[in-house]
């Protein structure tokens, strides 16, 4: 029998998705274009025994859940631009005291409060953000509905195994475009099967106690630790889609929304007798080194697509494949790149009609 | 009879100065959960300022987190673990100030936890600034050298009338600085134990309490000043009591 699927809203998916990981706590704010997560956990946490509470800021609803999370409930939150900006400090304190949490950006464009509509100008406070110290999140960045679900669903088992902060980095497009997504089943999550977490212990138990790992490690153990952690989740969680690098001449580079273009643009060049490639980051964070380490000889160029002003990624690709090839970035800002628009800059950094992007 | 044994759940020393409130309204904690038999189902929030030390002094479970938003952690553990006793412990800059808004709205959801507050006019850990909740006019601190002006300053201010405003459990203040009102205050803290045995909603207790460190004063000066003007400003009582029988 053929599995069902359901047409979804990015961000609904992820909300359900989360709930059939074994989500039990959601706090959050509204804030467009998420505001649906936090509506559709306000309709079904509690059906699924769940603790659902809007908070009153985004700071406060962080703090819950970081007591939650100390507790070993799996937990979400999920924000936008300027209220994403809000939950650094709880980043920052759930990073040192080593809990789980997903959360979600659903990017939106400019500063300040910006624009509600599409923008991938958060890929900085993304990967490099989550407040003060040294810390590593992974973040993993859907290009489709399916995807919103599938890494959702993965989250939450990649933040227990690393006790570490994974976020899902989508945009103002992925989280509102409906499409066909097949759910995966749901699942309960035992909050008893850690031996960290906070119970309320007999006296006779060692008692927990739920702080900067640091403050009862000392600083030695504890930065081996952490250093161990960003070494191993570098290696082992890289994730990307490669399409038709293999003879490109310029290989694009693109992850969530602007990738939807870039695939279109590699189809449409082919039949016109250009060769593009494409690397699609699925996680920005650790960046998909070994991606570009399979690039072919053929290529000539890197070119970043991206909905923002300056090549957020572009450091990630420089360092990523060395610096061994030219780099470009072709930059929409707010406005959703197209197909004919990446090929029209391909060419025209063939015939040598543009100088190479400066990264800096 | 008062009882002068130690309780069982402070298993070490805490690092609070000589002559500071923490480590009474600790041991009020501890004797507290004791008589009531709630030590084998504790969860302690604390603040990352002086109140942090009792997570090195007590046999419970800890977490540390955001400086301000002990409430909000603790409602998290609070609505993961129902059946856990979950208390704060915190000053008044952590629950009156920077975490204000934490504080009214887990009042305002009525959470069923303990909270208790920590008064003791300033910012004991950073070495001694104005709190703006609770400093007194014309108190000198290391932000208010020539001390606090209303101008420019504000001016102190009851938080426990403010959160009588909304439909809460209990709430009062007590003090330190003599034996009847460290009974009195224990009380207190009790009732706002039992409460959340009972299964009924947010409890605060606020204490008048020392800092001769920062006050830079003897102890015995420090218990003089609350009992001739702290307690003139923020009255000893209770402030709200829905199940009733809360006045010790």
């Known amino acids: ?360 | 009879m008062p009882s002068y044994k130690k309780p069982e759940s402070i298993i070490a020393p805490a690092g609070y100065c000589g002559g500071c409130g923490h480590g009474v309204v600790q041991r009020l904690i501890a004797e507290s959960i004791e008589e009531l038999g709630l030590q084998d189902r504790a969860i302690a929030s604390v603040d990352i300022a002086c109140a942090f030390w009792s997570q090195d002094a007590m046999n419970y479970e800890f977490i540390a987190g955001p400086h301000g938003r002990c409430a909000s952690v603790a409602t998290g553990i609070k609505k993961i673990h129902p059946e856990a006793t979950v208390y704060v412990h915190a000053g008044d800059g952590c629950s009156y100030v920077i975490g204000l808004t934490e504080t009214s709205y887990a009042a305002i959801r009525d959470v069923p936890i303990t909270m208790i507050v920590v008064n003791n006019g300033i910012f004991g850990m950073t070495g001694g600034q104005l709190n703006l909740a609770t400093t007194l006019l014309g108190d000198k601190t290391l932000s208010s050298k020539k001390g606090r002006k209303k101008e420019t300053m504000g001016h102190p201010v009851d938080i426990l009338k403010v959160l009588a405003c909304y439909d809460v459990e209990f709430l009062a203040r007590g003090a330190l600085y003599d034996p009847r009102h460290i009974e009195q205050t224990k009380r207190f803290i009790k009732k706002g134990f039992t409460n959340q045995r009972d299964g009924k909603g947010f409890s605060l207790i606020e204490v008048l309490s020392p800092c001769p460190t920062n006050w830079k004063m003897t102890p015995v000066q420090a218990m003089e000043k609350i009992k001739n003007e702290t307690e003139k400003i923020f009255p000893v009582g209770v402030y709200a009591d829905r199940g009733g029988a809360g006045n010790g």
């Open chain 1, 1 to 360: 029998m053929e599995k069902e699927y359901t047409l979804m809203k990015g961000n609904e998916a992820i909300a359900e998705a989360a709930l059939r990981a074994g989500c039990r706590f959601y706090a959050g704010y509204p804030i467009t274009p998420q505001s649906e997560i936090l509506e559709y956990m306000a309709d079904h946490m509690e059906e699924r025994g769940g603790v659902f509470i809007q908070g009153e800021n985004e700071i406060a609803s962080m703090s819950m859940l970081y007591g939650a999370a100390a507790c070993g409930a799996r937990c979400m939150s999920s924000s936008s631009g300027p209220g994403f900006d809000l939950k650094q400090e709880e980043i920052s304190y759930l990073s040192a005291a080593g809990l789980p949490a997903v959360l979600v950006n659903a990017m939106r464009y400019g500063l300040g409060d910006g624009e509600i509509t599409a923008g991938q100008d958060s890929y900085w406070v993304s990967t490099r953000g989550g407040g003060h110290g040294d810390k590593r999140i992974i973040v993993l960045a859907p290009a489709s509905v399916q995807e919103c679900a599938d890494l959702t669903y993965l989250a939450f088992d990649l933040a227990e195994k690393y006790r570490n902060v994974v976020e899902i980095l989508s945009d103002g497009a992925i989280c509102q475009m409906i499409e066909k997504v097949y759910l995966p089943d749901a699942r309960e999550h035992d909050i008893d099967q850690f031996d960290w977490t906070l119970t309320g212990k007999p006296r006779k138990q060692k008692k927990n106690k739920v702080y900067n790992l640091s403050y009862y490690m000392g600083y030695e153990k504890y930065n081996a630790l952490m250093r161990d952690k960003f070494r191993e989740m570098h290696e082992n969680e890289q994730r990307w889609e490669s399409l038709m690098t293999e003879d490109a001449e310029l290989v694009l580079v693109a992850y969530g929304i602007s990738s939807r273009a870039c695939r279109s643009a590699v189809r449409q060049a082919r039949k016109e007798g250009l060769k593009l490639g494409l690397i699609r980051p699925i996680t920005v964070w650790p960046y998909p080194q070994k991606a570009f380490e399979a690039v072919s000889g053929s290529t000539k160029a890197y070119v970043s697509v991206e909905m923002s002003l300056s090549s957020q990624m572009g450091e990630d690709i420089l360092v990523a494949s060395r610096n061994d090839r030219p780099f470009y970035a072709y930059l929409t800002g707010k406005d959703l790149p197209e197909a004919e628009g990446i090929i029209g800059y391909c060419r025209d950094i063939l015939e040598g009609n543009i100088q190479p992007t400066e990264v800096f």
